[in-house]
T-cell receptor, first 111, second 113 residues
């Protein structure tokens, strides 16, 4: 079945440093979604990318979808303590019925 | 307020005692889904429903049942819980599967002893 892999599993940065998490799918994706889960919370949708090579920005967050639509990245510029949480990518299966999540990257930001 | 609600939020039970975790959404969403989240394994889909009376297995359906008799409700049933079903469970919904983000409920932390 489809596999979605994320690296790194965990990253600890100092406030102000940049952070990037990478997502790779075993299959070509029609779209990819990113979610953030704060400690003790539930996943919250951040963004969806659909087009090959697409780049979207949300303030300090930059999302990219690869040209082959099999990989994606999330980059945070100048992290803040409010960025703490686990970031998940997720992609639909070819039958458009299930969403496969990566295992997530846990981000810890020290002040 | 648009939301997905789950009950109970916390549950400790014993092996073999049937339980139901309720899930309800007020957004008229067609697609609903159950996930379990375990350390190191991420979010894994248990069951999903594309619409009323339409349900199907996700990646880890063993030991679980679901029903979708009304659009807003999607209960998760554990007929005979076992300790390996101790986990954090999330219900989610979306307008339809193909194009829209999923809204997650607050989660239900289940412990089976």
């Amino acid at each position: 079945g489809q596999q979605v892999m994320q690296i790194p599993q965990y990253q600890h940065v100092q406030e102000g440093e940049d952070f990037t998490t990478y997502c790779n799918s075993s299959t070509t994706l029609s779209n990819i979604q990113w979610y953030k889960q704060r400690p003790g919370g539930h996943p919250v949708f951040l963004i969806q990318l659909v087009k090959s090579g697409e780049v979207k920005k949300q303030k300090r967050l930059t999302f990219q979808f690869g040209e082959a639509k099999k990989n994606s990245s999330l980059h945070i510029t100048a992290t803040q303590t409010t960025d703490v949480g686990t970031y998940f990518c997720a992609g639909p299966d070819s039958g458009y019925s299930t969403l496969t999540f990566g295992k997530g990257t846990m981000l810890l930001v020290s002040p | 307020e648009a939301q997905v609600t789950q009950n109970p939020r916390y549950l400790i039970t014993v092996t073999g005692k049937k339980l139901t975790v309720t899930c309800s959404q007020n957004m008229n969403h067609e697609y609903m889904s159950w996930y379990r989240q375990d350390p190191g394994l991420g979010l894994r889909q248990i069951y999903y429903s594309m619409n009323v009376e339409v349900t199907d297995k996700g990646d880890v359906p063993e030991g679980y049942k679901v029903s979708r008799k009304e659009k807003r409700n999607f209960p998760l049933i554990l007929e005979s819980p076992s300790p390996n079903q101790t986990s954090l469970y999330f219900c989610a919904s979306s307008a339809d599967f193909n194009s829209y983000e999923q809204y997650f409920g607050p989660g239900t932390r289940l412990t089976v002893t």
